[in-house]
């Protein structure tokens, strides 16, 4: 199978309201600023549903539960065709403390290209990891297997966790450079070189 088309691109951007009803713009932002933490961005199918409903409480529980969760300080964020209502009384009767938002124009759903699951009677249950730097770096496609999606986002950070950032690394090149630059400047180690040179120079005549 082909991987889906926004892997290693940045995250598209969005808005639609979130259960409460108020927009929310995605990528995540405070203060005009987006947000530095990864994503686990997941579409599920219909709210309330038995299969969605486990789902929605596996990503609360693994919150609080999951060591790379907290560790990593992951966002999650939930997206359904469901209408703002609907929403609002799923996210409240199952204690969500994350943000369900509702995409009735299928705003996200086309620009995230999740289309349709169960032989296209339902739309696809699609999960995202988001970098923090924005990037989509894997996807899962499982409508029926409702469980398989806590677990992909552990094995996905994970992976985000053992590869340096983007950031990290053109910091640590740049601290390389400094260093190497450094040791040329050292006057020891010119003196060095300047004795190693008549060395060879004596051992040569």
Not at 73 to 90: A, E, L, R, T, Y
Not at 91 to 106: F, G, I, M, N, R
């Amino acid at each position: 199978m082909a991987p889906h088309p926004l892997i290693n691109k940045p995250a598209p951007e969005f808005s639609i309201p979130d259960a409460n009803g108020h927009m929310f713009k995605f990528p995540p932002e405070e203060q005009g600023v987006r947000v530095k933490k990864p994503i686990a961005l997941f579409f599920y199918p219909e709210a309330g549903t038995f299969g969605c409903t486990r789902e929605a409480c596996q990503f609360r529980d693994a919150l609080v539960e999951k060591e790379i969760f907290k560790r990593t300080d992951v966002q999650v964020i939930g997206i359904s065709p469901d209408p703002v209502s609907k929403q609002k009384q799923f996210a409240e009767s199952q204690h969500l403390t994350y943000p369900v938002l509702s995409d009735e124009k299928h705003v996200a759903y086309q620009a995230f290209h999740v289309g349709k699951g169960l032989l296209g009677f339902a739309d696809a249950r699609t999960t995202f990891v988001i970098d923090n730097e924005g990037i989509v770096r894997d996807s899962l496609s499982a409508t029926m297997n409702f469980n398989a999606h806590v677990k992909f986002v552990i094995k996905a950070l994970g992976k985000l966790e053992s590869q340096p950032s983007v950031e990290s690394s053109s910091k640590t090149n740049d601290a390389d450079a400094d260093t190497d630059a450094a040791r040329l400047d050292d006057p020891s180690l010119s003196q060095i070189r300047d004795e190693l040179g008549r060395v060879a120079y004596v051992v040569g005549a």
